[in-house]
């Protein structure tokens, strides 16, 4: 049995990059934000602004926990803060492989400028993104295997994943 933690910043391509890799691995798929929204019936959106971060943080810990107990294959792709919380990333590292998909500010920035659903980067992108980069890199930088994203194609960073594995 194995889980694969992919981390990184919102906008990463997490999501994506898991669906594909679960695939090829014949793995089972989870997105935590996608598990939360399930468990609490609300957008991770909603939870934010009804709520606060806080609590979200707390919900999204509890799920961390419930999706490292579980048995079987999984690629996991976490939110932008799981492993920034709660001691998410000793957590992760602990059950399974965690793959940092390192994407530039700039790139990100460019990737969300449109981008009206994620909570923490509402109102002035630019600045957020960076400051979210330079607060969790020294966290994300942890992770056993770390792939640089900015230039790559999906099929590609699969590929590096699946090799690194």
């Known amino acids: 049995m194995s889980k ?10 997490k999501s994506t990059i898991g669906k594909s890799l679960a695939t090829q691995l014949n ?8 598990e939360i929204e399930r468990k609490e019936g609300a957008t991770v959106e909603a939870i934010f602004e009804l709520k606060g ?7 999204e810990a509890q799920v961390l926990g419930q999706v490292a107990e579980k048995k079987g294959d999984f690629v996991i792709a976490t939110g932008g803060g799981t492993p920034c919380h709660y001691n998410g990333l000793a957590l992760m590292q602990k059950v399974g ?14 990737r969300l400028k449109a981008d009206t659903q994620r909570p923490l980067l509402k109102d002035g992108v630019e600045n957020k993104i960076q400051k979210l980069y330079f607060d969790r ?6 992770a ?11 099929d590609k960073l699969v ?3 699946v090799d690194k594995l």
């Open 4 to 13: 694969i933690f992919l981390i990184g910043m919102p906008g990463s391509g």
């Open 27 to 34: 793995y089972t798929f989870l997105d935590i934000d996608t």
């Open 53 to 59: 971060e806080s609590y979200f943080r707390q919900v």
């Open 97 to 110: 492989k965690t793959v940092f998909i390192n994407i530039s500010p700039k790139v990100l920035i460019n």
């Open 137 to 142: 890199i020294d966290v994300y930088s942890n």
């Open 144 to 154: 056993e295997i770390k792939i640089e994203g900015d230039s790559v194609t999906v």
């Open 159 to 161: 590929a590096t994943i």
